[in-house]
Nanobody, 125 residues
């Protein structure tokens, strides 16, 4: 059974940094795509970033571009979201998602097959 487990959330002040991790288990595919989404209080779900681990290509939403970096450790089947210069509007539950057998970078809004339970990020002003 495929599982995605996020970690690394917490509370920080504006301007701070956090690194989220998403550990995948239950499958072993040679190529896959992963993404990060978030949903703030009273807001709709927002796509944040995506990565294709075949060539390391990435894409980001305009709201996080230049501040967040998505990466993937293929050996560990773990994706990361490095978040710098955090703002109060980044406060949200962050979810990772995965698509095995993925052969090219998908749009950040892609509907992935698997999704984790989320980790909370709170940024205070």
């Amino acid at each position: 059974q495929v599982q995605l487990l996020e970690s690394g959330g917490g509370s920080v002040q504006a301007g701070g940094t956090l690194r989220l991790s998403c550990a995948a288990s239950g499958y072993a595919f040679t190529s896959n795509c992963m993404g990060w989404f978030r949903q703030g209080p009273g807001k709709e779900r927002e796509a944040v970033a995506a990565i294709y681990d075949g060539d390391g290509s990435t894409s980001y939403s305009d709201s996080v571009k230049g501040r967040f970096t998505i990466s993937k450790d293929k050996a560990k089947d773990t994706a990361y979201l490095q978040m710098n210069s955090l703002k109060p509007e980044d406060t949200a539950m962050y979810y990772c998602a995965a698509e095995p057998h993925c052969w090219y970078l998908r749009p950040i809004t892609y509907e992935y097959t698997y999704r984790g339970q989320g980790t909370q990020v709170t940024v205070s002003s």
